[in-house]
């Protein structure tokens, strides 16, 4: 039995029932959606994509498909984050297409869909995008059509550089529309971007121009990445729903056994260092219920142990957590 129908299919079939385009009454084209404050010096007219150029696409498999160029807005938080590197193909799908990678099949955005709504055969596009924003601790879906502001028949904020793809302009009316206008957008930071479009959590981090600074700054973010693979273990192992959540039990259940663990991994360490040698496993295991024959043990120091020998706490959480799931506990 399917579910209720979302928001965007409802509006997608009647649009097309209707052979019309899809106009958001919730985010007019009009001045107010892009200045609420400020009054620019020129005035914006909205035309979609079909009205801009011959052959408009979303998105296309180019090099180029992630060179961006803020326009009149100038660096607002979409154009830092969307020319950063690590925001790539993984990030752009789950936020534009609403699925996690780029291949297979899906029904949110079709990559070339400007095209036949008002020809001489049967509609195809409605007119209506969806995309997926972090909004206050969660993903929330937002709709947007495909009228977009211009000026002297161009596009006015972000937009592709070498080519007729549409997505940063789609993409940036859907963040503005989140927040109320483009001017809105003026205010933000990258960090605030980075959020809102990965649901990440995101840290400013100075750097100085000294080897030894540099150094220390890669050891930090290691170690940030290894405490995070950790909480992600310990919710893939303790989350019972498949929702990537735990309930409030569970996680007290957790905050307990981390304690329980950390008193033993600190019995084994030389001196309460906060390091435990490879050698001193299977004696901290035992402490914590797991006793383990000498092939398994080989198994998981080769696993978790470090380059020198030794493991964190992190890494002992994880092998606990590792055998947790081998023996179903």
């Not at 209506?128 to 993903?139: D, K, M, N, Q």
């Not at 890669?218 to 170690?223: A, F, I, Q, S, T």
Request: with cysteine; aromatic share 10%.
């Amino acid at each position: 039995m399917k579910g209720p129908m979302s928001d965007f299919e409802r509006i997608k079939r009647a649009c097309l029932k209707r052979g019309e385009l899809w106009e958001d009454p919730d985010f007019p084209a009009s001045q107010a959606s892009v200045f609420y404050h400020q009054t620019p010096p020129f005035k914006f007219e909205w035309k979609r994509p079909k009205e801009l150029c011959s052959r408009p696409s979303f998105v296309n498999d180019a090099p180029t498909q992630f060179d961006i160029n803020p326009g009149k807005m100038g660096k607002c938080p979409l154009s830092s984050v969307k020319s950063d590197a690590t925001y790539k193909r993984k990030c752009f799908y789950c936020t534009c297409l609403g699925r996690s990678t780029g291949s297979g099949e899906g029904d949110s955005i079709p990559v070339k869909p400007f095209s036949t709504c008002g020809s001489s055969g049967p509609p195809s596009f409605p007119g209506v995008f969806r995309f997926r924003l972090w909004w206050c601790g969660e993903w929330v879906e937002v709709l947007v059509d495909d009228r977009l502001p211009t000026v002297n028949g161009k596009l006015a904020f972000l937009q592709s550089v070498h080519s007729d793809q549409f997505w940063p302009g789609l993409l940036e009316k859907a963040y503005a529309k989140l927040h109320g206008s483009y001017e809105a957008l003026k205010y933000g930071t990258m960090l605030d971007g980075l959020a809102d479009l990965t649901g990440g959590i995101t840290e400013s981090i100075s750097i100085r121009q000294d080897p030894t600074s540099s150094g220390r700054l890669l050891n930090k973010l290691l170690d940030m990445t290894r405490c995070m693979e950790v909480c992600r273990q310990a919710v893939l192992t303790l989350d019972t729903s498949g929702t990537g959540r735990l309930k409030f039990s569970d996680f007290k259940d957790l905050m307990c056994s981390l304690k329980y663990w950390q008193t033993a991994f600190k019995n084994h360490t030389k001196e309460k260092t906060g390091i435990l040698r490879a050698e001193r496993l299977r004696d901290a295991l035992l402490e914590v219920g797991y006793q383990l024959n000498t092939e398994v043990l080989s198994v998981l120091t080769l696993r978790y142990m470090r380059k020198d020998g030794t493991l964190r706490f992190g890494d002992f959480v994880s092998s606990v957590l590792h055998l947790s799931i081998a023996f179903n506990i």
